[in-house]
């Protein structure tokens, strides 16, 4: 089993940058490909970032590409999002999420795919 816990979420003005880190207990991360995902009140979760176990390979959505950053480090076990020109439309429950992955440049960006989720952090951006 693999715990996420999600933290660095908050409230930021439109420009502003927030950095959400996402810590795992129970088991190492550095085997697993990593991602976080985003749910907007009324609307359905969606894939904001990706990276793979081996840190090499990442993926973004169109809607946060040049903006945000997916990065890891498997010897503290944290993954991080470094999000820069938040938009207020980026308000939303963020959530990190853990996928085991055979291979170190595996990037996994469908929610099917993912073993294990964190309780997400709450980011309001206003404008």
């Known amino acids: 089993q693999v715990q996420l816990a999600e933290s660095g979420g908050g409230l930021a003005q439109a420009g502003g940058s927030l950095r959400l880190s996402c810590a795992a207990s129970?088991?190492?991360?550095?085997?697993?490909?990593m991602g976080w995902f985003r749910q907007a009140p009324g609307k359905e979760r969606e894939f904001v970032a990706a990276?793979?176990?081996?840190?090499?390979?990442?993926r973004y959505a169109d809607s946060v590409k040049g903006r945000f950053t997916i990065t890891r480090d498997n010897t503290k076990n944290t993954v991080y999002l470094q999000m820069n020109s938040l938009k207020p439309e980026d308000t939303a429950v963020y959530y990190c999420?853990?996928?085991?992955?055979?291979?170190?440049?595996?990037?996994?960006?469908?929610?099917?795919?993912?073993?294990?989720w964190g309780q997400g952090t709450q980011v309001t951006v206003s404008s």
């Open positions: 990276i793979s176990w081996g840190g090499v390979s990442t």
């Open positions: 999420a853990a996928a085991e992955s055979r291979y170190s440049g595996t990037v996994i960006y469908t929610q099917i795919d993912y073993d294990y």
């Open positions: 129970g088991r190492t991360l550095s085997r697993y490909a």
